[in-house]
Every structure is written in structure tokens, then in C-alpha cells.
């Protein structure tokens, strides 16, 4: 499977409010016309989040899994300075939100004529049997990601229709958030409600995403990245009597065995979800046998 699309990079023009969560982001709209979530890079959460956000979520996309499209973002200081809402709570102190590229995941709907969800009771879950289908798949994502927070996601449809549709939010703990490691928890990175698990008969219920994740080349990773600034992941300065292209390779390092890392886990997924499989969860009640 080719990697074909590449990141955009779009305006901030105009502050929404506020979104919930750990990570502070705002509801913006953006040049093109669009509504975006955005992420800053002084977010209290970490700053690696919204590298988080963007690679994992494109090697979402590169699935087919229902993850938001990310953009970078670049959000003036004029807009911060005149738009008083635009603050984060830090340590107990207001700050301003941090100018320049952040990260921007498109909003999932239509806030003006689309109805949007955090929770849907269990019959509506059954009803929308490609929720549980796709909340499945995802599972192969965050396992192979190593997603250190508990598998996040929301609910639209439009007004008129009761079709229901699900997009796996908030990578930003992938990775394991600012650490860029793997602990491999067997309970954690997926979603609390088994009722998403239960139609899972083998291993034909992850596909064709798992197949796509196995057989990903290492150069396809490497594309996947393409885009990111680099200050969303490595924030140190280049010391004086340095070249920026030494310091850069310097510190590349840390993306490169991240990359490098993902690669060689493809063959690991399949015995981190057989650990979910053996928890104490019982996640998966209709799969017998291997």
C-alpha cells in the first residue's frame, strides 16, 4: 500500500472555545474555511503530543482506520494577544497560548448541523454494528503504538439520520506520550467498554487492518513523519560553534529509533492483543481457539 497524501499546512483565523481534556487544545477555524482542534506546544500534557498526534494518526489514515486528517497549524501571535480566551492553565498559572506551528486535527463534523457524542448507550452500539468493527480494528493501532491512555473516541450523525458514525481521537499518549517508549500493558490502550470486543471470533477481525500493519516498509514510516517540525519533538536549542545540520542529525537520533522501533514491533502485535485476549477482561468471548 502506497503512501500518497502529505501534510497541509493551514491559518488559524478564528478561536471557537475551549475543548476538554488533559491537553487544553481549541476548537479553531482555520483559512481553508474548516473547523480544526488544535494542540499547542506549551499544551501541560507534553510537548511531544502533538508529534504524537500527527504520526500516529497518519499511520491511522495509512490503515483505514476513522482517525481525524492532521494538519500543522500556524497560529499568530495577533490572534493569541486579541483572542483572551486563548490561555492555558499551567501549574496554576494562566499563560498564553504558544504562537506559531502547532498541531491541528480536523474537527469530525459539522458544529453548526451535526450531532456529536462522547458516549452511546450499548443499543445503539449493536444497532451501529460497524462501531464495534472499527473500535476492533483500532485496537491493532494502539497496541502497535504503544498507547499509554485508554482508547479515546466520539459519536456523529446528522441531524436527519440515525446512522451513527465513530472517529478514534487523541493520539497523543502513543508512544507512551513524552517518553517514546513501549511498557506494553496488556489493559491499557484500549477501549473500557467490552461490549465493542464481544463479536470478535480470530484473527480475520482486525483485517484487513493488520495485514496493512505487518507489511508496512520501513521507507512508508519514514514518509508518514514527513511534515512534522522538528520542535514538537526535540526543543533543545543548537549550541554555539554548531551547524544546525550537525545538531539536527545529532538529535534525528530520537526519531530514528522511533521509527526504526515501530518497525521491528509489526511482528509483535499479534502477542500484545493475544495478552489483552488472556486478561482478566475476557475481552474477546466468541474467539476459540488460536
Not at 451535526?114 to 458516549?119: E, K, R
Not at 461490549?195 to 508496512?216: K, M
Not at 545538531?247 to 511482528?267: E, I, M, P
Request: with cysteine; net charge neutral; glycine share 6%.
Amino acid at each position: 500500500m502506497s503512501v500518497t497524501f502529505s501534510p497541509k499546512t493551514i491559518s488559524a483565523v478564528q478561536q471557537i472555545r475551549k475543548m476538554r481534556g488533559g491537553s487544553q487544545a481549541h476548537l479553531m477555524r482555520a483559512d481553508d474555511g474548516a473547523y480544526w482542534i488544535v494542540k499547542f506546544h506549551n499544551n501541560p500534557q507534553h510537548f511531544r503530543v502533538l508529534a504524537n498526534e500527527f504520526f500516529a494518526s497518519r499511520i491511522g489514515a495509512y490503515l483505514g482506520l476513522p482517525v481525524p486528517e492532521v494538519a500543522v497549524i500556524d497560529v499568530s501571535e495577533w490572534l493569541i494577544q486579541h483572542t483572551p480566551e486563548m490561555r492555558i492553565d499551567v501549574a496554576g498559572h494562566r499563560v498564553p497560548c504558544s504562537s506559531g506551528l502547532q498541531l491541528a486535527s480536523r474537527y469530525i463534523a459539522n458544529p453548526e448541523i451535526d450531532m456529536i457524542f462522547d458516549y452511546l448507550p450499548e443499543s445503539l452500539m449493536k444497532k451501529n454494528r460497524h462501531i464495534a468493527e472499527e473500535m476492533t480494528r483500532v485496537l491493532v493501532l494502539d497496541k502497535w503504538a504503544g498507547n499509554a491512555d485508554g482508547r479515546q473516541a466520539v459519536f456523529s450523525k446528522p441531524s436527519y439520520s440515525d446512522y451513527y458514525s465513530v472517529t478514534c481521537i487523541d493520539q497523543g499518549y502513543c508512544f507512551n506520550a513524552g517518553e517514546w517508549s513501549f511498557p506494553d500493558v496488556a489493559l491499557i490502550g484500549v477501549f473500557f467498554r467490552n461490549c465493542v470486543y464481544e463479536h470478535v471470533t480470530g484473527w480475520e477481525s482486525f483485517e484487513p487492518v493488520l495485514s496493512r500493519a505487518e507489511q508496512i516498509d520501513q521507507g512508508a514510516l519514514w514518509k508518514l513523519a514527513q511534515g512534522m517540525p522538528e520542535e514538537w519533538w526535540n526543543r533543545d536549542r543548537v549550541p554555539e560553534g554548531m551547524s544546525r545540520g550537525r545538531w539536527h542529525k545529532k538529535f534525528s537520533s530520537d526519531l530514528c529509533r522511533l521509527v526504526d522501533t515501530l518497525y521491528q514491533r509489526r511482528s509483535k502485535i499479534r502477542d500484545l492483543i493475544t495478552a489483552f485476549r488472556e486478561s482478566s477482561r475476557n475481552p474477546f468471548p466468541q474467539w476459540v481457539g488460536n
